[in-house]
């Protein structure tokens, strides 16, 4: 069983920067493969961003590449999405997700096996 608890969001301005967190407990972290998904109000949770337990293989919505960084340091047990250049677009609850198969990251939901409880982005213009 892992546990996913999600930090870092709140309210900024268009241009601005933010880091999520999402601090995962269990012993078997470091093997899963950790996305990022978003939701809106009243749209459907979409990928963000995901990386494969060794750290070297990411993959972005095209959306967010170029702006978002996701990466993960398995000894803290956390995975990061860096946010920068924010748009009022990016506004949505932002979730971690993580995907216990050892196959590609996947960019659908159903695909992961644990989430977290979400943490607000807001991005004002």
């Known amino acids: 069983q892992v546990q996913l608890v999600e930090s870092g969001g709140g309210l900024v301005q268009a241009g601005d920067s933010l880091r999520l967190s999402c601090a995962a407990s269990g012993r078997t972290f470091s093997s899963y493969t950790m996305g990022w998904f978003r939701q809106a109000p009243g749209l459907e949770r979409e990928f963000v961003a995901g990386?494969?337990?060794?750290?070297?293989?990411?993959y972005y919505a095209d959306s967010v590449k170029g702006r978002f960084t996701i990466s993960r340091d398995n000894n803290k047990n956390t995975v990061y999405l860096r946010m920068n250049s924010l748009k009022p677009e990016d506004t949505a609850v932002y979730y971690c997700a993580a995907d216990r198969s050892y196959g590609r990251i996947s960019t659908e939901s159903l695909a992961y096996d644990y989430w977290g409880q979400g943490t607000q982005v807001t991005v004002s213009s």
């Open positions: 990386i494969k337990w060794t750290g070297g293989y990411t």
